[in-house]
Each structure stands twice: as structure tokens, then as C-alpha cells.
Antibody, heavy 120, light 107 residues
Framework: EVQLVESGGGLVKPGGSLRLSCAAS????????LNWVRQAPGKGLEWVSSISGNSLYIYYADSVKDRFTVSRDNAKSSLYLQMNGLRGEDTAIYYC?????????????WGQGTLVIVSS | EIVLTQSPATLSLSPGERATLSCRASQSIDSYLGWYQQKPGQAPRLLIYDALNRATGIPARFSGSGSGTDFTLTISSLEPEDFAIYYCQQRSNWPRTFGQGTKVEIK
């Protein structure tokens, strides 16, 4: 069974940093693109970043470009999101999502999410 | 950036009724459209991808149609568990974008 478990969320001050992790199991990790999608409280879904199975292809939303960095460790079946220069508008639940296939980013499986709150 | 506009914002229906949800793209996205369902306190679930393909385990009462700029998600006969928020998403261009959602509520 596919499982995605996010961790690393919490309360951080504006301008601060946080590193999110997503531990995956139940599938051949390196064969799939992975993604981060966020949802501000009471709001809709916003795609944040995608990374291909071999990390060669990486994409970011304009709203996080130059502040967030996505990476993965295929040996550890883990996905990461390094978030720097955090702002109030980054407050959201951050979901890790597995693509339906490598490079085919329909978000087939999702974790339960980790909450990031940016506030002084 | 491709903007996806969903309508209506809210759909009030009774169990057993047919639900028709719309998603319109600001430019052609061929058939690169998906639909997700989200219930309160839960992560979204992929229902439909490439406009008309049901994801694994999705009941046949869910169907998708459309291409280009206009897409539809149809729920043929609403079950109690179908009352939720539905989002469309495109994978034609970067950045990937979602619609703002349609809430299907019990009338």
C-alpha cells in the first residue's frame, strides 16, 4: 500500500526557515515524480513544486521560487522541501503527492499533510 | 499562467440527483485536465485524469468529458459520501494550476 507521511511543520517567524520531509513507502520511489501542494486555511489548492524521479527536472510556483528548494533522496525514499524566507502567505497545510507516473503529474496519492504557520 | 474557472461555486442537490460541474481554462489545454475530490479534514483524492479517465478505485458514477477549454465532471447519482469540494487541475503548462473549487452540498 502506498503511504506518504509528511513531517517538519510548525510555527515559524516571518523570515525564518523550515524543512519539510515526506517519507514514502509501498512503491518504487525512484520511478515516480513527486510534488508539494499546499492549502491555506479555508482556501483552495495551490501547486508548489514538482521533482522528477531522477531529480533532473524540477519546477516551482512563482510564489516560492528562489525561496523554496525541493529535493529527494531515492535511497531513503524521502522527499524534502527546504523553505527559506517564510512569509505569512506561506501559512498552509503542505501535502506531499505522488504522481501517477514519472513526468505525468496527476496527483494520485497524497499524504495527510503537515501544517506550517508563519507568524510573529 | 493558465487560469481555471470552476462553476458554479456551490451546487445544492439531493442524494440521487445528477451533479454537473464545469471547469473552463483560459487557453486550450487539450485533454490535460484532472478532477479531485476533497472532504473536510482530508487530503484530496484524484478522481479523473486526462479529462475522462477514472483513477483507480473511482466508482463509475463519476465521469469526465471535454477538451480544449471546456470540461465537465458529472456525478450520475449522488451518494451521501459525494458531498464534498471538487477541484479541477491542469497539467498542460507550468505552473500547474487548480480551479477555485465547487462545493457540492446537501439540499
Amino acid at each position: 500500500e502506498v503511504q506518504l507521511v509528511e513531517s517538519g511543520g510548525g510555527l515559524v517567524k516571518p523570515g525564518g526557515s523550515l524543512r519539510l520531509s515526506c517519507a514514502a513507502s509501498g512503491f518504487t520511489f525512484s520511478s515516480y515524480s513527486l510534488n508539494w501542494v499546499r492549502q491555506a486555511p479555508g482556501k483552495g489548492l495551490e501547486w508548489v513544486s514538482s521533482i522528477s524521479g531522477n531529480s533532473l527536472y524540477i519546477y516551482y510556483a512563482d510564489s516560492v521560487k528562489d525561496r523554496f528548494t525541493v529535493s529527494r533522496d531515492n535511497a531513503k525514499s524521502s522527499l524534502y522541501l527546504q523553505m527559506n524566507g517564510l512569509r505569512g502567505e506561506d501559512t498552509a497545510i503542505y501535502y506531499c503527492a505522488k504522481s501517477i507516473a514519472n513526468g505525468l503529474d496527476w496527483f494520485e496519492r497524497w499524504g495527510q499533510g503537515t501544517l506550517v504557520i508563519v507568524s510573529s | 499562467e493558465i487560469v481555471l474557472t470552476q462553476s458554479p461555486a456551490t451546487l445544492s442537490l439531493s442524494p440521487g440527483e445528477r451533479a454537473t460541474l464545469s471547469c473552463r481554462a483560459s487557453q486550450s489545454i487539450d485533454s490535460y485536465l484532472g478532477w479531485y475530490q476533497q472532504k473536510p479534514g482530508q487530503a484530496p483524492r484524484l478522481l479523473i485524469y486526462d479529462a475522462l479517465n477514472r483513477a483507480t478505485g473511482i466508482p463509475a458514477r463519476f465521469s469526465g468529458s471535454g477538451s480544449g477549454t471546456d470540461f465537465t465532471l458529472t456525478i450520475s447519482s449522488l451518494e451521501p459520501e459525494d458531498f464534498a469540494i471538487y477541484y479541477c487541475q491542469q497539467r498542460s503548462n507550468w505552473p500547474r494550476t487548480f480551479g477555485q473549487g465547487t462545493k457540492v452540498e446537501i439540499k
